[in-house]
T-cell receptor, first 115, second 112 residues
C-alpha cells in the first residue's frame, strides 16, 4: 500500500516551460487535492476533485490546470511557468465517510524551481 | 472568505514543558478540525483530529480541545521532547472534509 505517490520529487523549469506533476493514490479515496507551500508558509489549495470527472478551483488556481480521469490519478499541469510558481507542491487525498477520519494523506511533495 | 488564524507563529519551550497552540476559525459550518505535523523537508502528517460533537480528545501526550461557541480549538503537547520540534498546522473543514482551510502554522522548537 503506497498511499499517495508524487513524481517528480524535484524539478527545475525555465520561464515559459510547461510540465505535469503526477499524483496517484491506491487507497480508493474519492477526494484529491493539490496544495502549494511557499517557503516558511502554510498550505494554499490550488485545485481539488471530489471524484473522477469532477474538479474545482481552490484559492490559487491561476496558471494551473488539472484533470481527473480516474479515481487514482490527479495530475497538475503548469503552463508557461513563472518564477512565482516556485514552491513545494503537495498532492493529498481523503475518504469522506462519517465513520472514518476526514484527515488528508499527503504525498511526499514536488520541489519546483522556476528560473 | 473563510479563514483559520493560528497563534503563535513560533514557540520555543524547554524539554519536558508543555506547549499550547491556538486556532480560531470563521466558518460556522466547520465541523472537523485536524492537526498536522510537518518535520523539516517532509510531508504534513495527521497527528490528531476532533469533530464538532466532541469537546476534547487525547492521544498519549497530545490533546485537542474545541470550543464551538467561541470558534476556538487548541493543541496541547505535554512533556515535550526534542522530536516534537516541527511545524504544526491546524485546519478546519466542513462535512466531507474537502475545502479544508489551513492555519499558517506554528514552528515549535523544543530545547534539550
Amino acid at each position: 500500500n503506497a498511499g499517495v505517490t508524487q513524481t517528480p520529487k524535484f524539478r527545475i523549469l525555465k520561464i515559459g516551460q510547461s510540465m505535469t506533476l503526477q499524483c496517484t493514490q491506491d487507497m480508493n479515496h474519492n477526494y484529491m487535492y493539490w496544495y502549494r507551500q511557499d517557503p516558511g508558509m502554510g498550505l494554499k489549495l490550488i485545485y481539488y476533485s471530489v471524484g473522477a470527472g469532477i474538479t474545482d478551483k481552490g484559492e490559487v488556481p491561476n496558471g494551473y490546470n488539472v484533470s481527473r480521469s480516474t479515481t487514482e490519478d490527479f495530475p497538475l499541469r503548469l503552463e508557461l511557468a513563472a518564477p512565482s510558481q516556485t514552491s513545494v507542491y503537495f498532492c493529498a487525498s481523503s475518504y469522506p465517510q462519517k465513520a472514518l477520519p476526514y484527515g488528508y494523506t499527503f504525498g511526499s511533495g514536488t520541489r519546483l524551481t522556476v528560473v | 472568505g473563510e479563514n483559520v488564524e493560528q497563534h503563535p507563529s513560533t514557540l520555543s519551550v524547554q524539554e519536558g514543558d508543555s506547549a499550547v497552540i491556538k486556532c480560531t476559525y470563521s466558518d460556522s459550518a466547520s465541523n472537523y478540525f485536524p492537526w498536522y505535523k510537518q518535520e523539516l523537508g517532509k510531508r504534513p502528517q495527521l497527528i490528531i483530529d476532533i469533530r464538532s460533537n466532541v469537546g476534547e480528545k487525547k492521544d498519549q501526550r497530545i490533546a485537542v480541545t474545541l470550543n464551538k461557541t467561541a470558534k476556538h480549538f487548541s493543541l496541547h503537547i505535554t512533556e515535550t521532547q526534542p522530536e516534537d520540534s516541527a511545524v504544526y498546522f491546524c485546519a478546519a473543514s466542513n462535512t466531507g472534509g474537502f475545502k479544508t482551510i489551513f492555519g499558517a502554522g506554528t514552528r515549535l522548537f523544543v530545547k534539550a
